[in-house]
């Protein structure tokens, strides 16, 4: 089980879109696409290169209206950071625990009125080999839409894709991807590994 519940409107607050909007003009990023009508949904975040990721992943996400969460580390929560990262919708995880963090996070956003939760397939940010299915898995379980979420540094954008119904089969999900994340460069586009699960490789 997660330590905190990730249940909670799938709506940011005005001060929050406020704070998205400065932050990106700050930055000069440009935030394209619209979240979709669904009230629930799993949004893939890629290539996830670099720490500023983060920054602008909430930023954007907070421009375009929505209340996202995340999962990290427990230790990440620790004081003085721990409830700024609340406030940015982060969950903490017992790593050290075993559990089936697939089921609970399904049953937790199945119990709440709206939830929109981020999650990186890469795991990490250095180069990984291939991206780990807990995505599509938690989509599943879930019974919701995935979501290309993105980064493209180059042109300083950042936005939503394609929707990808859950019950799409595997193999067509990944071609679908590896198709919308051509061209989509990170910070460091030499971490950005090839878009496969590890069965593919």
């Given at each position: 089980m997660t330590s905190q519940r990730v249940g909670r409107s799938r709506a940011c607050s005005s001060f929050a879109r406020w704070l998205g909007k400065t932050v990106n003009r700050s930055k000069g990023w440009h935030v394209a696409g619209h979240a979709p009508?669904?009230?629930?949904?799993?949004?893939?975040?890629?290539?996830?290169?670099?720490?500023?990721d983060f920054i602008y992943l909430i930023a954007a996400?907070?421009?375009l209206g929505l209340s996202v969460h995340w999962i990290g580390k427990a230790s990440l929560f620790r004081w003085p950071l721990g409830s700024i990262l609340r406030f940015m919708g982060g969950v903490p995880v017992d790593r050290s625990r075993r559990n089936n963090?697939?089921?609970s996070l399904a049953e937790e956003i199945n119990s709440s009125p709206g939830c929109v939760l981020v999650v990186p397939p890469e795991g990490t940010r250095g180069r990984a080999p291939h991206w780990k299915s807990g995505f599509y898995r938690i989509a599943q379980a879930a019974r919701i839409p995935m979501v290309c979420g993105y980064l493209d540094y180059p042109r300083k954008t950042a936005g939503l894709g394609p929707v990808i119904p859950f019950d799409v089969d595997e193999t067509s999900l990944m071609d679908m991807l590896r198709e919308f994340?051509?061209?989509i460069e990170g910070k460091y586009p030499d971490n950005f590994g090839?878009?496969?699960l590890k069965e593919e490789a």
């Open positions: 009508d669904d009230a629930r949904m799993l949004i893939i975040a890629a290539p996830h290169t670099s720490n500023w996400a907070f421009s963090l697939v089921a994340y051509e061209g090839p878009v496969q």
